[in-house]
């Protein structure tokens, strides 16, 4: 009985395996491509299929199949991209090499066109298909190098070592080699989204053996997955765009500790040329800027160049919805510039109701930013004063704004607000960053006016005490005027200890 049970049992356990193995049969027939399946399962590190044509060492004789030579920097008027092609073939072989355009060159660009050398425009031909103007397409090899125009490579042990090179150093994503007579130095380099900024912070520490900015003209030689990884390979003026990117991503660049590569002749020796070049330059890293977000850049003297707003340019960002400006949604705080011009707003508002003697003070977000860091809060859009009603008629730019819309002689707009009885003084006609001051009046001791936000819980009436007498706190680069006992105020306004919690703007609640 026991034995007929067991053999029961194991009959029904085949039984099932038997189906487990049907199932998966069926499913395996199910798959899209399973030999590609198997291919990846036999190559187990992980490495795509694609990738094992190029085991085994670099040498003369496969070259061309693992290296590619991309040239993105170069200018129209002032090219050596013949001779740099020629040169190339003549130390390595016919490796395939890809000129990088924005456009068409023009004058055109004399290339013995062949499947080894491709010029490649960035920019739309409606006539052409789509990936044909996207380079990534074309780099089939395992490394590229990025060489600027009128490099000379000496020779196919220069590209084996930077490739040995690359492998040895732990943790490195691209090589650079010095190209010409350059000396190439190291310069630290700070990438903040959140604060659309970027610092160049003088000479990187010798300390570390990695480069967060190579300086002086280089080749950088990576894997192509390396270069294919980037958001934005194209970008120029390349190389610094690489180094913004790798630097976001954490990448390390090491220079080479030999070789070099030669110049075939020098670009912009002349006057006029060399003027035009710079010009390109400085307006690449302009487009740059504008498309991944940075708006200050700081040089390593500590001097800053603001690329975002100015009074002849919109403000950053549009209309705010719901006390909730579009940057926050981006997760990066107030553009630099804007806060910039906001400054210039408010001290400009101060010192004009310093002038005809109205009494004024920081409001609400404004006052809060005041007591935490003596400046406007580093999310905040705007800048928020309280004034008495009655000194209106003592100054004749805002009893003037209560009439009609004002540009005072500085370009400072004063109008009245079209959201209710209060005034706004926008930075510019174009750029609207503005300060709003909001007229209170006393009922019986308590400071009042007739519409609120409802939104604001800081919009509050308060007693007339925290104005009798007014004092004076930093903000935003000057003495501003303030309520007194600043603290009892905004804890009045907001709730108890609202000046050490700054409540981080998220999605939900921003201020
Ligand atoms: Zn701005
Ligand atoms: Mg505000």
């Not at 980037?230 to 954490?250: C, D, G, H, I």
């Not at 009798?468 to 007194?484: E, R």
Request: hydrophobic residues 35%; glycine residues 4%.
């Amino acid at each position: 009985m026991l034995l007929r049970k067991t053999t029961l049992s194991r009959s029904c356990v085949a039984c099932v395996l038997m189906c487990v193995l049907v199932f998966y049969l069926i499913i395996y027939q199910q798959l899209p491509d399973h030999s590609s399946m198997q291919v990846h399962n036999r190559n187990h590190v992980g490495q795509p299929e694609s990738l094992t044509r190029f085991e085994g060492p670099l040498t003369k004789d496969n070259l061309a199949e693992r290296l590619s030579i991309i040239i993105r920097e170069f200018e129209n008027f002032d090219n050596a991209l013949s001779e740099t092609v020629r040169s190339i073939w003549e130390s390595l072989g016919k490796v395939p090499v890809f000129i990088i355009a924005d456009d068409l060159p023009y004058p055109p660009v004399p290339l013995n066109m062949n499947s080894e050398a491709r010029m490649i425009t960035l920019s739309g031909d409606l006539t052409r298909n789509y990936s044909s103007t996207c380079p990534m397409h074309f780099f089939q090899t395992q490394y590229v190098l990025i060489i600027p125009d009128a490099t000379k490579i000496l020779d196919w042990k220069q590209v084996q070592n930077l490739v040995l090179f690359l492998h040895t150093q732990k943790h490195t994503k691209a090589v650079a080699v010095p190209v010409g007579n350059a000396e190439l130095s190291c310069q630290d380099l700070n990438v903040d989204m959140k604060h659309w900024s970027l610092s160049l912070n003088g000479n990187h520490s010798q300390a570390t053996f990695y480069c967060p900015l190579v300086k002086g003209s280089h080749g950088l030689l990576m894997k192509t997955e390396t270069f294919k990884s980037l958001a934005e390979p194209f970008a120029r003026p390349f190389p610094f765009t690489f180094y913004v990117q790798a630097s976001l991503k954490n990448w390390k660049v090491r220079i080479t500790k030999s070789g070099r590569f030669d110049v075939l002749s020098q670009l912009y020796e002349e006057p006029h040329s060399h003027w035009k070049h710079k010009q390109a330059e400085t307006k690449r890293l302009r487009t740059f800027y504008g498309k991944i977000g940075i708006k200050q850049e700081t040089l390593a003297s500590g001097f800053s160049n603001f690329y975002g707003c100015s009074k002849d340019t919109s403000r950053c960002f549009g209309t705010v919805i719901n006390d909730m400006p579009e940057y926050l949604y981006l997760g990066r705080w107030t553009p630099p510039c804007c806060l910039k011009a906001l400054r210039e707003t408010a001290q400009h508002v101060f010192s004009v109701l310093d002038l005809c003697q109205v009494r004024y003070w920081l409001e609400g977000g404004s006052l809060l930013g005041a007591a935490r860091h003596h400046d406007i809060i580093p999310w905040d859009y705007d800048v928020d004063i309280g004034i008495y009603k009655v000194d209106v008629e003592k100054c004749l730019t805002l009893s003037r704004a209560t009439k009609e819309r004002y540009i005072d002689e500085q370009l400072f707009v004063w109008e009245t607000a079209v959201e209710g009885d209060f005034y706004r003084v926008q930075y510019s006609e174009t750029n609207h960053l503005h300060v709003d001051i909001f007229p209170f009046y006393s009922r019986n001791g308590t400071m009042t006016k007739d519409t609120w936000f409802g939104t604001h819980r800081q919009d509050t009436e308060f007693p007339e005490r925290f104005l009798q007498p007014l004092t004076k706190i930093k903000f935003a680069g000057t003495m501003a005027s303030a309520p007194n006992n600043v603290t009892e105020f905004l804890e009045y306004k907001f709730g108890k200890g609202v000046i050490d919690k700054p409540k981080y703007p998220n999605f939900q609640n921003p201020l």
